[in-house]
């Protein structure tokens, strides 16, 4: 049964620059309780958890430990601090160090001596496995270990320094149903041993499964809490995406045209060998139709727009473009075939901060005849003149397309990115994310401007972890999980509930038959 | 937008401070330098500035540090062509011997021997030379683009082995000593048809500087390379290609340009032109190839590149800031005693220092950029 | 004949040694995340330091105080630019091999009168032991031994190791990036140092270094990091430099071929032909907080 | 940060003081400039060779020269640590290249371009360097020594100063086959090149010609040190490496022809306990004469020196120059005749010496007679072997 409070954050706020990342948060966590603590990406969970782990530093507030029985203030200077009063991270990388053996990771930075005593270590690290059945493999370099071993070993680092707070940061993103099961159990078993554990997630039913309480973070806010006995999915989901206003951005009604792209029985790899990231996805998108992809993010969208734009090679099936087939192309070639891509990072694969707006005006066509002469020589007149039409027509505020990229505004380096994308030729657009991290004012003109792509008889496809975006923009929908798109569902008259994707994006039936054990006890609409 | 110029002028300033600064710490130190090496005599120290000022006004003086300028130019043009990919082709030193030992094998055994043929020859000394380069270069870059194994170390190895390498030709196949002569190991003299003109010679005179000066075609070909060169990263799209990698590689990829053959061919032009690094002494102050000759351009062309932040025009000018040292160098240790070694140690310390001083500052030059764009596009 | 294997073992072990150090040092600056291509220039520094320190201070112990202390101060630069300041390592090292040469010509002018060579220095001996030979055993039968011990059976050493793999983790575990860092350069100077000590005690000459700090780097790729086995490779040159004074070696075997013979064989290693080289996975990457 | 700051300066403060006092006790000090007003009526520059000042081998014995030049004719040597002064008439001045000596041809040029009448490159490296700037300054007058070209292409104004090293070696070779007592020696060569095999062919010529013991095969072990330029002449510890392995091989005299390289031959006698012989300069005259006691005791070991007499080659040149006010361009052989090569007799190898003397002056005077006819080569010295018989 939970206990007394032991941890207290007061008024935490943390600006970075031009964003206010945490916004005035109260936070407590009781003893041998397990709170949950989910939000959107970008919503501040992960800034709270590095300012409790003193990775950060707030602005502002206060946090208060139980020390000796007591709360006290305390202000961390560092994760050495924090670790030295019981608390312990799981970071959604893990920070293990390849290269290092397992039991030399478990003890790095809390050794038990200047000379390492490796047995007595180990006999006490074999103490831990045997209380928290987390067993793995000591003497081996960690890197060989499965990514669930090596889960077990972050979570054996934190146990080793005694840490009595556990700040799991997405733990099950990166783990198979089996491994989340046993995580669980594990989690549990931390518990009843008088643990408290921080749980941060978005995957609404491990939350249910899982929690004693819940709170919901919204841009920077922690907008309730509450003890799982009155939490519901609808409820936490409704509190995760807010009531934004809404934008009444007609849809222009466009009757479909020839198919312009075609995926059949798509299968890609992920990142970690033999995992599927995408398994047997086949749909289809045909002019002037906009096609959302919804899902919990990390059920394999992005290998699917890696896939079909080129980045990754797929394991089987079929891509084709007005016919074409383009499965295993590369980038430069899809695009010539009339690809647009609007990234989901724009810093990472969108811009270049330092080049300036004329400069990132063509990427990908910079070669083409009318930027440069033979393809070679850059005809900066009218790149110039090209940039300065996008600044233009996509209301980008900048004083000139001279300056760099790096310094707009984040809301601006998207229109620009936005309209770069739409004013090149092209059949399809992939739009990942389209309006992450940008004002109202940039997302209802991004909005516009995708409808009248669709007016234009482009094919769109939508990858959005906004619900209400979503829904707003897409023709039909498809819903993502585990790499297969479980349902599609048809929107042509924006009939689709934010309740009916939740439900699938959540696994819908998939998920009961799967994960029975776990989330049985709970009834879905 | 008069406010704009203005502002491009202030940007031009700041990126200035680094090598104002460096120099700045730089002769501070040289000042305790020769204040120790003359025992503490402050008149021979400031002496010894008056010294290096006049470097920098005599005419014969500004000949030397021009040719002295111009194998650096080359390095370090080929360094920054690789550097702005964002691969540290280290190689260059290895791949400016290799790059003269085949141009010296077409020199030796396949040039024209008709004196009015020599411009062929000069074309294909430097055909022959970008050649050795790059295929010096092609190891390492194979190496990156199949294997993923770093530049640097392939380029260190690299390096040793193409000094031996020469050593090997020029002690055995090509070796030019003839017996009974005890001379530095060289291989055969080059035609006369190869050798490269001296500059004072093809103006008949019409020029500023002593015939003795060692100024060749060759620096025609270096200004050459800064002028293509420039062209080629300001005015080309592999230019842009290679300023894409080196500035954002995920976003190179996305924009559907292949960073691995990017990389490979940033590499191979790169050695390509490390290959006519010391032209200059080869064909034109020795007229024969021995690996004995002036080492360490290679290393220099780095720093010049750093310090001229990859920038045609910025290498230029560092490579006259070292042309100028070393002449001051020979000036001091000519007037004064003082060892030439006190400039090495100098221009180690200046490297070190800019570099260090570019980092902070371009740092604080994007933060004000940024506020200040920000504000005067009201946004925020 | 068993002059010649005499020969051999002796040689074999004089010229090992510097290159030896040389490698052991780039192991831990390597190892913590700072390539450091001034291996050269400590060997040279260190050399100097050693004579100078000797022959003016009339004690071996002076000469190694200022031997240790001119390579500790020539890695401390390095620590500071790279460390601190960030700045390209490759450069760094560049720089603080031309400062070496410079700095070690400059001082014997001042010192000894001439700029090329120290005088000879008469103070070789420590408790009536040839340092040379002593510096050079210690490398097999002490330093080796421990730098392994101190990288992989200490605290220090398994810190040392992980900010060289993973600076972030181990920054999440409250080791500071910059501290470690810091300690594997300066523990790496001061190896190296070793090295230009067990180089040439009795003259100091420009130009003595000749190369084994290059020739240490590639040792310690053929190490595969590992400090016994660096030690090892290191040997393997030091062997190749023992035979190629052999008349039947000579006759049979190119001197180019056993010069390069080291450089190629590391290439083939690190193309993957002949087992496997790696590199810790931060090795030359200046570590910055944040994201 | 600011920490890290101070640390390095108090350190660098620390060291460079440190290093300066302990220079300053040692070193005598004197004032900078000490060059007399006046203009010399002759200006002499030289350019040395990598290994340098303090070689107590070659390029010191080029030194001496000067010295005797700035004596014997009152002239001085400008920015000379030792501060030599004996009159105005000749300004002298000494040049060292870089490390590697890849700016030989650069500090001649110096020296050309600023008025320096007489211009010396010490050492066969010069030879193409000479070449190019002799061109470029037709009227200054060259010279090089150790090396020539053949006489198609010898420049007007160069003078090539040579010596018949394998005379002086044949006296030491002599003295070594007198004196051994394993009947084995050794010689350790620099480089593999022409020039050091006519020391190396001398040497073993007079060896056998007075120990038929030594005409046996293997009685005389040779090596070289290398053949890279850069580690030739400038590598004692391999020298004491390839010294300690012919002494431990049963020689019991080693002559080396290494410049600096030789100073670890002679460690390698002070520890085996054996005997060396010096070169160019008289190497155990300058090292028993030394302020370490380090050099003394290796003086010990020394028996001799092949005297290669650059100081006699350098002054000769000079003063030549500074009666005639030109030299022409022509080689000067400095052999035994010449009183260009030789042995070396002092005051601390006489004892040494004295009971083969006569014998040795003996050869000397038959060389000179030409009654023998010293080898320069290898071919001939399979010839004078042959003379020999068993």
Not at chain 3, 205 to 219: K, T
Not at chain 4, 193 to 208: S, T
């Amino acid at each position: 049964m939970p206990g007394d409070i032991i941890l207290k954050m007061e008024n935490i706020t943390k600006r970075f620059p031009g964003v206010l990342a945490n916004d005035h948060i109260n936070f407590d966590l009781r003893e041998g309780e397990v709170h949950a603590l989910v939000g959107e990406n970008g919503a501040g969970k992960s800034t709270l958890m590095k300012i409790l782990y003193g990775l950060y530093h707030p602005d502002e507030g206060t946090i208060y430990i139980k020390v000796d029985g007591e709360l006290k203030p305390v202000k961390f200077k560092n994760p050495q601090d924090a670790i030295k009063h019981g608390i312990g991270m799981v970071h959604q990388h893990f920070m293990l160090v390849y290269g290092l053996t397992t039991i030399e990771n478990i003890i790095l930075g809390y050794e038990p001596s200047a000379v390492i005593d490796f047995d007595t270590a180990k006999k006490e690290i074999q103490k831990i496995m045997d209380e928290s059945g987390l067993h793995v493999p000591l003497d081996v370099d960690v890197e060989v270990l499965s990514v669930g071993q090596q889960q077990r070993v972050e979570i054996l680092k934190v146990l080793y320094r005694k840490a009595k707070i556990l700040i799991l940061d997405e733990p099950t993103a990166v783990l198979t149903p089996q491994e989340t099961d046993e995580l669980f159990n594990i989690i549990n078993r931390l518990k009843e041993q008088g643990h408290s554990i921080i749980f941060i997630s978005h995957k609404l039913h491990e939350v249910m499964a899982i929690a004693d309480r819940i709170s919901v973070m919204r841009k920077g806010r922690l907008v309730h809490t509450m003890p799982k006995s009155e939490a519901t999915k609808e409820k936490i989901a409704e509190l995760m995406v807010g009531h934004p206003v809404l934008l009444d951005v007609p849809r222009p009604n466009v009757t479909p045209g020839e198919t312009i792209l075609e995926v059949e029985n798509l299968t890609v790899e992920s990142d970690t060998k033999g995992v599927m990231a995408v398994d047997n996805v086949s749909f289809y998108i045909r002019a002037g139709e906009i096609y959302g992809i919804a899902g919990v993010e990390g059920n394999g969208q992005a290998e699917l727009i890696e896939a079909i734009y080129g980045l990754r090679p797929p394991k089987g099936g079929k891509i084709t473009i007005k016919g074409e087939d383009i499965t295993g192309k590369p980038t430069h070639v899809i695009r010539k075939k009339g690809v647009s891509h609007i990234p989901g990072d724009r810093h990472k694969f969108g811009v270049f901060l330092p080049f300036t707006l004329a400069d990132n005006s063509i990427l990908g066509h910079h070669r083409e005849e009318n930027f440069a002469k033979y393809g070679i020589f850059r005809k900066f007149s009218n790149i110039a003149q090209w940039a300065r039409e996008i600044i233009k027509k996509f209301d980008v505020r900048t004083p000139s397309e001279k300056v760099p990229m790096s310094a707009l505004s984040g809301g601006n380096q998207q229109k620009f990115v936005v309209g770069r994308e739409i004013s090149f030729e092209h059949e399809l657009m992939i739009a990942a994310h389209p309006t992450r991290g940008v004002d109202i004012g940039a997302m209802e003109f991004i909005y516009r401007q995708l409808f009248e792509e669709k007016k234009q008889k482009k094919a769109i496809l939508l990858v959005s972890a906004d619900l209400d975006e979503l829904l707003l923009l897409s023709d039909r929908i498809g819903v993502m999980f585990k790499g297969k798109i479980i349902k599609e569902l048809d929107n042509t008259s924006r009939q689709v509930t934010p309740k009916e994707v939740g439900y699938y994006m959540l696994g819908g039936d998939v998920e009961i038959h799967e994960d029975s054990d776990i989330a049985g006890g709970e009834q879905s609409a | 937008m008069p406010k704009k110029k203005t502002n491009n002028i202030k940007y031009f300033l700041l990126s200035l401070v680094a090598p104002v600064v460096g120099i700045l710490i730089s002769a501070i130190l040289l000042f305790f330098l020769i204040l120790l090496i003359r025992k503490g005599s402050i008149s021979d120290t400031i002496h010894a500035f008056y010294i290096m000022g006049q470097t920098l006004t005599s005419t014969q003086d500004l000949g030397y540090i021009i040719a002295r300028a111009e194998p650096l130019v080359i390095s370090g043009i080929a360094a920054a062509i690789a550097f702005r990919a964002g691969v540290f082709n280290i190689g260059t030193e290895g791949q400016y011997y290799i790059g003269g030992l085949v141009a010296s094998i077409y020199a030796i055994y396949f040039s024209f021997k008709s004196p009015s043929l020599h411009w062929l020859n000069v074309i294909f000394v430097v055909i022959f030379a970008m050649l050795g380069g790059a295929l010096w270069a092609l190891i390492p870059a194979i190496l990156k683009v199949k294997k993923g194994v770093h530049e640097v170390i392939t380029t260190i190895m690299m390096n040793q082995i193409a000094y031996t390498t020469a050593k090997y030709f020029v002690n055995g196949p090509l070796s030019g000593v003839k017996g009974g002569e005890s001379l530095e190991p060289k291989t055969m003299n080059f035609p006369a048809a190869v050798d490269f003109h001296r500059l004072y010679d093809i103006f008949h005179g019409h020029f500023p500087f002593p015939k003795y000066i060692p100024l060749y075609e060759s620096l025609f070909i270096a200004a050459i390379i800064v002028f293509v060169a420039y062209i080629i990263i300001f005015y080309t799209n592999w230019g842009f290609e290679i300023e894409m990698l080196g500035t954002n590689p995920n976003a190179t990829k996305y924009s559907g340009v292949p960073p691995k053959v990017v990389v490979f061919n940033a590499m191979l032009w790169s050695g390509a032109i490390a290959g006519l690094i010391n032209i200059q002494e080869i064909f034109g102050i020795k007229g024969y190839y021995t690996h004995h000759m002036t080492s360490g351009l290679g290393f220099d062309g780095i720093a010049v590149a750093l310090i001229g932040y990859n920038n045609p025009i910025g290498v230029v000018l560092a490579a006259f800031l070292f042309g100028f040292l070393r002449t001051a160098g020979y000036n001091l240790q000519f007037e004064l005693g003082i060892p030439n070694s006190t400039m090495d140690l100098i221009t180690g310390f200046i490297i070190i220092v800019m570099v260090i001083a570019s980092v902070a500052m371009n740092r604080y030059i994007s933060k004000l950029r940024r506020k200040e764009v920000l504000s005067e596009a009201g946004d925020r | 004949m068993w002059q010649t294997i005499w020969f051999i073992i002796r040689s074999t072990i004089i010229s090992s040694a510097p290159i030896g150090y040389a490698a052991l040092g780039g192991v831990f600056n390597e190892r913590s995340g700072v390539v450091n291509i001034a291996l050269e220039g400590i060997l040279l520094v260190s050399s100097f330091g050693y004579v100078a320190g000797a022959f003016f201070g009339h004690s071996a112990w002076w000469g190694l105080f200022w031997g240790i202390m001119a390579g500790l101060l020539l890695s401390l630069i390095h620590a500071v630019a790279t460390v601190t300041f960030k700045i390209n390592h490759i450069v760094s090292g560049v720089a603080l091999n031309t400062i070496a040469i410079g700095v070690t010509r400059m001082l014997s002018l001042v010192m000894f009168g001439q700029e090329t060579q120290s005088k000879t220095n008469s103070y070789t001996q420590i408790f009536g032991m040839d340092i040379q030979w002593l510096v050079a055993l210690m490398l097999f039968l002490v330093i080796a031994p421990l730098s392994y011990w101190l990288l992989f059976k200490t605290s220090l050493g398994l810190r040392l190791r992980s900010v060289g793999e993973n600076p972030e983790a181990a920054d999440s575990l409250g080791i500071s990036v910059e501290k470690m860092r810091y300690t594997g350069v300066l523990i790496g100077g001061v190896i190296a140092s070793l090295g230009g000590i067990a180089l040439y005690p009795t003259i100091w000459q420009s130009g003595i270094s000749g190369g084994r700090g290059f020739i240490g780097l590639a040792s310690m790729i053929l190490g595969n990091w590992m400090p016994i086995r660096s030690v090892l490779a290191s040997t393997m040159f030091g062997f190749a430099d023992a035979i190629r004074l052999l008349d039947f070696v000579k006759a049979y075997i190119p001197d180019e071929f056993l010069t390069a013979l080291p450089y190629v064989l590391v290439l083939v290693v690190l193309a993957g032909l002949i087992g496997k080289a790696r590199p810790p996975r931060a090795d030359g990457v200046p570590y910055v907080r944040g994201e | 940060m600011k920490k890290v700051f101070t640390i390095i300066t108090v350190l660098a403060l620390v060291l460079t003081l440190g290093l300066m006092g302990c220079g300053q006790s040692q070193t005598s000090n004197q004032n900078s400039g000490g060059q007399a007003s006046g203009e010399p009526k002759l200006k002499v520059g030289v350019v040395f060779d990598i290994g340098g000042r303090g070689d107590k081998s070659f390029n010191d014995s080029a030194y001496r020269g000067l010295v005797k030049a700035a004596k014997e004719l009152g002239g001085y040597i400008k920015d000379d640590p030792d501060n030599v002064n004996y009159g105005t008439n000749i300004e002298m001045k000494y040049l060292e290249p870089k490390q590697g000596g890849s700016d030989r041809e650069q500090l001649l040029r110096k020296l050309a371009e600023n008025g320096y009448d007489l211009v010396i490159g010490v050492g066969f490296a010069f030879t193409d360097a000479i070449k190019n700037v002799a061109k470029d300054f037709p009227n200054v007058h060259f010279a090089i020594i150790d090396s020539c070209y053949s006489p198609d292409e010898h420049p007007a104004n160069v003078t090539c100063l040579l010596f018949k090293e394998q005379e002086g070696s044949f006296l030491v070779g002599a003295i070594a086959g007198y004196k051994t007592e394993t009947n084995k020696i050794g010689f350790i060569g620099g480089m593999d090149i022409p020039l050091i095999r006519k020391f190396m062919v001398g040497y073993e010529a007079g060896a056998m010609y007075v120990n038929p013991e030594l005409r046996k095969d293997g009685a005389i072990m040779t090596a070289f040190v290398s053949d890279d330029p850069g580690q030739a002449w400038n590598n004692p510890p391999k020298g004491k490496e390839i010294a300690i392995s012919q002494y431990d091989q049963g020689a019991d005299i080693i002559y080396h022809a290494a410049g600096g390289t030789g100073m670890g031959v002679f460690e390698a006698a002070l520890e085996k306990n054996k005997w060396a012989i010096g070169v160019d300069s008289d190497q155990g005259l300058i090292l028993a004469t030394s302020d370490q006691e380090k050099d003394r005791e290796m003086a010990k070991h020394i028996i001799t020196s092949m005297l290669k007499r650059v100081d006699t080659a350098v002054y000769t040149i000079i003063k030549e120059m500074y009666d005639n006010g030109k030299v022409d361009a022509k080689v000067m052989e400095f052999g035994l005749k010449e009183n260009g090569v030789g042995y070396a007799y002092n005051d601390y190898n006489k004892d040494l010496l004295d009971p083969i003397k006569p014998q040795v002056d003996e050869l000397k005077q038959k060389i000179i007679n030409g009654e023998i006819k010293v080898p320069a080569t290898d071919d001939e010295l399979q010839q004078f072997k042959a003379s020999l018989g068993q």
